[in-house]
């Protein structure tokens, strides 16, 4: 028997709550590989599946949460896998659709793992988790696009959550001068630490678009919040500057205009970390290992066990969680 937080949905309310519960292998969904799960954590998406409706993401109760998890390989019937092999799962619905990693075991599809690069420990792996996979998708994707340091500032959006805080650290250690926008004020030394050399309020950005094209300031941003403050970055940016688009935290709508795109080359990059091709995940975890400097990782992570995630989803969508939970399984 081994632990596994399990939401179970209560038929005559209709609304799902989760506790800790023992279950046995046997009970595990079908895979070709079962891991010994180290550590997961907490996404916004992880808030949705722990939400009393499910964020309309979970199809089936009883239901086990998490998008991510890092651990090691138990059993395999496939060959890229051996027990004792470390992994790591991010994303493929995993946590939604499927059983995920808050539990002791879990049994996948070989096809979802990726080996723990070499750098990294599970309990860093999950510190970077689905938001600093994402963050990384994001930096990869500008540089793709011709952003390099020197050109000016890139602003990173939603930036003292998981995403925000991932993608300041990271880019900053790449030598790019970052501004860091937060409605949380109190947030201002910590995003400093990571390496924000600006921190701007939201109150600033979340205005309607009023005029289409504003001063050129943005050399590049990562972008966690969408509807109206993606809307008046894009008319901020510098000619030809991208915007990775990771995020919703702040709407899902674009009341934006063409404008920027049609006089100043601005390009909008969709980001999606679910159904990431294996090499550009296996690409992205390597860049992680060298472009994100761990001290600053470690400076983002609050510790937490399976008993703390019904709270800990609540808070992450009320925006109330501050860089990377890291959830100890055992
Ligand atoms: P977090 O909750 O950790 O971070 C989101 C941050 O956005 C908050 O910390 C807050 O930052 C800011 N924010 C919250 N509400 C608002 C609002 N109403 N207006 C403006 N800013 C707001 O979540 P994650 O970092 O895990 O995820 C961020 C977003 O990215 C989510 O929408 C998530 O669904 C999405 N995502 C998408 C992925 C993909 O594959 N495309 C993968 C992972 C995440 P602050 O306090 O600093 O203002």
């Excluded at 010994?36 to 009883?62: F, I, Q, W």
């Excluded at 590049?220 to 030809?240: F, H, N, P, S, T």
């Excluded at 205009?257 to 995940?281: A, C, E, H, K």
């Amino acid at each position: 028997m081994f632990n596994a937080l399990i939401v179970n949905k209560d038929e005559d309310s209709g609304l799902a709550s989760a506790a800790v519960e023992q279950i046995d292998l046997d009970q595990l969904p079908e895979g070709n590989v079962t891991v010994a799960v180290d550590y997961s954590t907490v996404n916004y998406k992880d808030g949705l599946c722990l939400s009393p409706k499910g964020g309309g993401l979970v199809r089936n109760y009883p239901h086990i949460p998490g998008i991510d998890f890092a651990g090691t390989v138990e059993a395999s019937e496939d060959d890229r896998y051996k027990p004792g092999d470390k992994v790591v799962l991010t994303g493929w619905r995993v946590g939604e659709a499927y059983w995920g990693g808050y539990t002791q075991k879990a049994r996948v599809k070989a096809d979802w793992l990726v080996p723990l690069p070499a750098g990294l420990d599970t309990r860093q792996a999950m510190a970077v988790g689905t938001a600093g996979f994402t963050a990384m998708l994001a930096v990869m994707a500008l540089e793709d696009h011709g952003m390099k340091p020197g050109q000016g500032p890139v602003l990173v959006t939603g930036a003292a959550g998981g995403v925000g805080s991932v993608a300041t650290a990271i880019l900053a250690n790449l030598g790019y001068e970052v501004a860091g926008v937060t409605g949380r004020p109190e947030t201002e030394e910590y995003l400093r630490s990571l390496g924000a050399t600006q921190i701007v309020a939201r109150d600033e950005l979340n205005e309607t678009v009023k005029r289409p094209l504003e001063s050129e300031t943005w050399a590049g941003c990562v972008d966690a919040v969408g509807g109206e403050m993606l809307a008046r970055v894009l008319g901020q940016m510098k000619y030809g500057g991208s915007v990775a688009a990771v995020g919703l935290a702040g709407g899902a709508g674009l009341p934006a205009t063409v404008i920027p795109f049609l006089l100043r080359g601005v390009n909008l990059l969709g980001i999606d970390s679910v159904m990431q091709p294996y090499d550009n995940r296996v690409r992205a975890w390597e860049r992680l290992a060298t472009d994100l400097p761990m001290d600053k990782l470690e400076a983002m992570v609050k510790p937490a066990v399976l008993s703390d995630l019904p709270q800990l989803g609540a808070d992450i969508l009320k925006g109330q969680v501050q860089g990377r939970v890291v959830v100890d399984v055992n």
